[in-house]
């Protein structure tokens, strides 16, 4: 049983820093890719960054370029999110993704989610 559970959300201030995990059990990281989505309130869910099994080959959001990080440790089986130079516009519940083999961008080609953590930006 696939289990993704994420953590280090708050509230931050516009400009601040975050970071996010998400530990992985039931699956190692060279099954498939492991993405990070968010959703705000009234809105779809929203791809932000996703990172691939084998290769560690990396893919970002025009949104969140440049500014988020996505990385992973596999001793740990536990993905981050780097977040950095915050904006109020990226206030949601972010959420953690496990996926297959080839880079997705579209919520419903992943097959396993965390409950999600509230990130919060204040301006």
């Known amino acids: 049983q696939v289990q993704l559970v994420e953590s280090g959300g708050g509230l931050v201030q516009a400009g601040g820093s975050l970071r996010l995990s998400c530990a992985a059990s039931?699956?190692?990281?060279?099954?498939?890719?492991m993405a990070w989505f968010r959703q705000a309130p009234g809105k779809e869910r929203e791809f932000v960054t996703v990172i691939s099994g084998n290769s560690g080959y990396t893919y970002y959001s025009d949104s969140v370029k440049g500014r988020f990080t996505i990385s992973r440790d596999i001793a740990k089986n536990t993905v981050y999110l780097q977040m950095n130079s915050l904006k109020p516009e990226d206030t949601a519940v972010y959420y953690c993704a496990a996926g297959g083999l080839i880079i997705r961008t579209t919520a419903r080609d992943y097959d396993y989610w965390g409950r999600g953590t509230q990130v919060t930006v204040s301006s």
């Open positions: 039931g699956r190692t990281f060279s099954a498939g890719t």
